[in-house]
């Protein structure tokens, strides 16, 4: 019978060398190597052997669940995910899983309160993507419902209202009719539903001023008036009129804008 001559330890913390008869047999992990009592002189018969394999890959699949763990938290779908991509066999992967969430380490309630409770503070993500991303971790439906309990109605008014300002910073060359627009679509695209959209829009209050709707007409009806070049004479100004109706901007005032253009280009 097989015996174990010598026990090495290699050079990665937690690991060790098995020979049998002076010869290199087999590694171990620490946990295997205790669980078992290896030592000097023990007979290995083959369904030790067989035993040992099995535990070693428990060991070795459960070693990786932890190393991914130790980087963020993870939910069962993207452990289990991790798990097959690593080549585990699915009866080692049921048994890990379910010793990872015995040890609380793995656990998609906590997850998807501690993702919504970052989302919060750190994004300007609302509810529907909120959910969408976490429905794309496996997280099961009635878990995202409760965790989404954690956005209190003040917290998001008070994100969406953030987002808002930024977006009507980032449009506020745009016609006020377009960028209002714009705003509404970016809070939609965020995740935040058609009635809280409409009250961070209220609350923004949005007012048209008509010097700056103006200022916004002349930078965007000059960059028409380029593009429309092709063109000349009255079926330039039909299609920039066209362009900048489009954008939101009232007739009068294109119709303004290019009677200017006109007489411009006519001194020219």
């Known amino acids: 019978m097989p015996t174990i001559t010598k026990i090495t330890t290699q050079k990665r913390k937690g690991r060790y060398n098995i020979y049998l008869d002076e010869v290199y047999a087999f590694p171990v992990s620490e946990s295997v190597l205790i669980q078992f009592r290896l030592a000097k002189g023990m007979e290995i018969t083959p369904e030790l052997r067989k035993e040992l394999d099995t535990a070693e890959a428990h060991a070795q699949a459960y070693q990786l ?101 930024k977006l009507a910073k980032r449009y506020r060359q745009q016609s006020f009719n377009t960028r209002k627009q714009k705003i509404r679509l970016g809070l939609r695209q965020k995740g935040f539903d058609s009635d809280t959209t409409n009250q961070i829009i ?5 007012v048209k001023d008509e010097d700056s709707e103006w200022a916004a007409l002349v930078e965007q009806g000059e960059k028409t008036w380029r593009k429309t070049a092709r063109y000349s004479g009255y079926e330039r100004q039909q299609k920039a009129k066209q362009q900048l109706y489009r954008k939101g901007f009232a007739l009068d005032q294109i119709e303004r804008f290019l009677t200017e253009k006109k007489v411009k280009l006519t001194k020219h």
């Open 65 to 165: 669940a932890l190393n991914y763990l130790s980087y963020q938290l993870r939910t069962e779908m993207e452990m289990r995910i991790y798990l097959k991509q690593h080549d585990i066999p699915l009866a080692v992967r049921q048994q890990v899983v379910a010793r990872l969430y015995e040890l609380n380490l793995l656990d998609d309630a906590g997850y998807a309160a501690s993702y919504v409770r970052t989302a919060m503070r750190t994004s300007d993500k609302g509810p529907q993507v909120i959910r969408t991303k976490l429905r794309e971790k496996g997280v099961k439906s009635e878990l995202i419902t409760i965790a989404l309990e954690e956005f209190k109605p003040a917290t998001l008014l008070t994100n969406g209202l953030k987002l808002a300002e």
């Open 202 to 206: 209220g609350q923004l209050d949005l």
